[in-house]
């Protein structure tokens, strides 16, 4: 049997570089090299494509860039007709992709750039595409789409590059201390701070400008987080709803990475009924901002039972012990048999 060519993308220009190359990893290792010849093609945090032919620990690590006779210069052919990953050293060749499968966390890699660039070449891509990854990338919209498919998020508001400090502060007085500030589109809660009074919030408003030029202000709902996987496209593979019990104020980097961060509960901690409301709600999410592939809805659920969205995303972690393939192995599904369906759901051996 043929193997298929899967050019799996990590690291790229964006703030969760370091936890792409660490996704990127576990995908590696996980993939049947009996069924899949991967191509890991890197991009640094420079914007450079690197055909990467070395050994896949030095991801772990980040030296992986330092070694360069493993690193070729490369680029993906946007001609439909070739389908191709083409170098671009002393000796320049071609090697035809069958699919490409970008494990890339945030702006430049997880919101539509580089979804558009293999579309725009014709190769089956892995995951959502273009439109779907852009929307939920940003929260604002991705909110304004899931409300109208009845499931609201935070009461909040957007603001521009020009807004000026009383307006935010009489935003964040009328929706009510604590707040949350965070930018429009950025992931792996980069640029979020929560501000208890109005002497933080000009600090955490410079922050969340740091990655994006939008920023929001949202109130601070009461209750905990819970995450719904979804796979597939006509037909939806679902994942166990897990639950996020906090260690401290909020889920930010240090909760999500480190090891004295937030426990997980997998199941969550739900009745029957209301983990079929969360598993409905994130399926409505998922429909209406036009997903495909998989991502991973987080909601929140509050006391009184209410589900809110918090956000949409389109290339969740993609470690070993990462929420959404460990949602998928408690239905059912190992690390090797979720990236199987995955690819498979782009492209026939």
């Known amino acids: 049997m043929k193997k298929l060519r899967i050019a ?10 370091s936890v792409s190359l660490q996704s990127a990893h576990a995908v590696l290792a996980h993939l049947d090299k009996t069924r899949y010849a991967p191509l890991p093609v890197g991009i640094t945090p420079e914007g450079d494509w690197l055909l990467y032919s070395g050994g896949i620990d030095a991801l772990l ?17 946007p001609s439909r007709s070739r389908r191709a990953l083409r170098t671009l050293g002393r000796a320049p060749a071609e090697y035809p992709v069958d699919a490409v499968f970008p494990v890339l966390h945030g702006p ?6 580089v979804q558009g660039l293999v579309e725009l070449a014709g190769i089956p891509l892995v995951g959502c595409g273009t ?19 009845g499931v609201p998020g935070p009461r909040g508001r957007v603001f521009g590059p020009d807004a000026l400090p009383e307006q935010l502060a009489a935003a964040a007085g009328a929706l ?21 009074g109005p002497e933080g919030l000009e600090a955490a408003a410079a922050l969340a400008r740091r ?9 601070a709902v009461p209750g905990f987080e ?44 739900l009745s029957a009924r209301d983990t079929e409301r969360v598993l409905a709600a994130g399926t409505a999410v998922y429909r209406a901002l036009g997903c495909s592939g998989f991502a991973r809805v987080d909601l929140f659920f509050t006391p009184e039972g209410k589900i809110l969205l918090n956000e949409v995303n389109t290339i969740p972690g993609f470690t070993a012990h990462s929420r959404y393939p460990n949602m998928m192995k408690a239905a059912g599904l190992s690390f090797a048999a979720l990236l199987d369906k995955l690819i498979e759901q782009e492209v026939q051996p």
């Open 8 to 17: 799996v993308l990590f690291g790229g220009c964006s703030s969760e570089y």
């Open 211 to 219: 990655y994006d030029r939008e920023i929001m202000i949202e109130e």
């Open 226 to 269: 819970v995450g719904c996987a979804v796979l597939g496209r006509e037909v939806l593979t679902l994942g166990l709803v897990d639950e996020i019990e906090l260690a401290g104020d909020f889920y930010d980097y240090a909760e999500k990475y480190t090891p004295a961060g937030s426990r997980i509960h997998l199941p969550a901690r």
């Open 108 to 113: 430049n890699g997880e919101d539509g750039r």
């Open 61 to 77: 690590d980040d030296s992986w860039r330092q070694n360069a006779a493993c690193c070729e210069p490369c680029l993906l052919s």
């Open 131 to 149: 439109l779907a990854s852009a929307l939920a990338m940003d929260k604002h919209r991705a909110h304004l789409l899931a409300a109208a498919a």
């Open 176 to 196: 009510g201390w604590p707040v949350f500030v965070k930018p429009v589109r950025a992931g792996s809660s980069y640029g979020v701070s929560r501000v208890t």
